[in-house]
């Protein structure tokens, strides 16, 4: 078993839909969690960084953490074309990051 | 605030001919360096990481190596190119036990 799993997609969804990506971990030494957002041809960005069991809202991102169930979760509200990339959730591990496989997310106007 | 930079941006190279990809940090020191490989459609494979200067760690056996000059310089290299080793390589830094922030990326093509 992975440590993280992320279902790679490829998901489809029209503008101002509401958008649900999701992880789950295996390791429950993880303290802190992120998701990256990543345009063709571009290395990743930070989006979203959290650290506790509950939601954090960031605009139209909604980063949500159950770390009883082992379960993260990034929404995004009122999609947009420009919203279309491959979002990889993350884990820092000591020194290093374990990540996700990511989910490629087009958002068709 | 600090940068990372990559370069080449992009490289076409035939098979069996050398490699040297680089990656320079600006406005930290001593950050913990790492490459990735990311083939199309694909996660990201760690191939190395550093935590200093001289210290290398090799995540997956393969024909690459890496190597750190300087503190803030980190090196992926090759001999000898494979068919293999196509794809998306990326530099990333790391301080502490916090966030990695990437780099623009190099997109290898091995004909």
């Known amino acids: 078993q992975k440590e993280v799993e992320q279902d790679p997609g490829p998901l489809s969804v029209p503008e101002g839909a509401i958008v649900s990506l999701n992880c789950t971990y295996s390791?429950?030494?993880?303290?802190?969690f992120m998701w990256y957002r990543q345009y063709s041809r571009k290395g990743p960005e930070l989006l979203m960084y959290t650290y506790s069991s509950g939601n954090k809202e960031d605009g139209r991102f909604t980063a949500q953490v159950d770390k009883s169930s082992k379960y993260i979760s990034l929404f995004i509200r009122d999609s947009q074309p420009s919203d279309s990339a491959t979002y990889l959730c993350?884990?820092?591990?000591?020194?290093?990051?374990?990540f996700g496989a990511g989910t490629r997310l087009t958002v068709k106007p | 605030s600090q940068t990372i930079h990559q370069w080449p941006a992009t490289l076409v190279q035939p098979v069996g001919s050398p490699l040297s990809l680089e990656c320079t940090v600006e406005?930290?020191?001593?950050?913990?360096l790492y490459w990735y490989r990311q083939a199309a459609g694909r996660g990201l494979q760690l191939l190395f990481y550093s935590v200093g200067i001289g210290q290398i760690s090799s995540e997956v056996p393969q024909n690459l190596s890496a190597s750190r000059p300087q503190d803030r310089q980190f090196i992926l290299s090759s001999k000898k190119l494979l068919l293999s080793d196509s794809g998306f390589y990326l530099c990333?830094?790391?301080?502490?036990?916090?966030?990695?922030?990437f780099g623009p990326g190099t997109r290898l093509t091995v004909l």
């Open positions: 390791n429950s030494a993880f303290q802190y």
């Open positions: 990333a830094w790391m301080m502490g036990t916090d966030t990695q922030y």
């Open positions: 993350a884990m820092p591990n000591n020194n290093d990051m374990r």
């Open positions: 406005g930290t020191s001593n950050p913990n």
